[in-house]
């Protein structure tokens, strides 16, 4: 789940990486207008990524840079 402060349309890294995991991961954009769920996974900083799994807490990407390769690997991990 992306959490993002862009006014339109889905971030293009992340159009890529949902080819890449069609199979195996679900992807949903929150915008920053959507209080309710930043202020539920406490969102403090646009953009933030969750993988949500089914049992267990969410998990917060906190790596230093939002690059394909890093978010790949991340999801790579839990897919």
């Known amino acids: 789940m992306?959490?993002?402060n862009a006014k339109k349309g889905t971030p293009f890294i992340y159009k890529a990486?949902?080819?890449?995991?069609?199979?195996t991961l679900q992807f949903g954009l929150v915008r920053e207008s959507e209080?309710?769920?930043?202020?539920?996974y406490k969102v403090k900083k646009f953009p933030s990524l969750f993988i949500v799994k089914s049992e267990g807490k969410p998990l917060k990407f906190d790596g230093?840079?939002?690059t394909y390769?890093?978010?790949?690997?991340?999801?790579n991990v839990h897919s």
Do not use: Y
């Open 2 to 4: 992306l959490f993002t």
């Open 17 to 23: 990486l949902s080819q890449n995991f069609e199979k």
């Open 69 to 75: 390769d890093n978010l790949f690997e991340f999801m």
């Open 35 to 40: 209080e309710g769920l930043a202020s539920k």
């Open 64 to 66: 230093s840079e939002f």
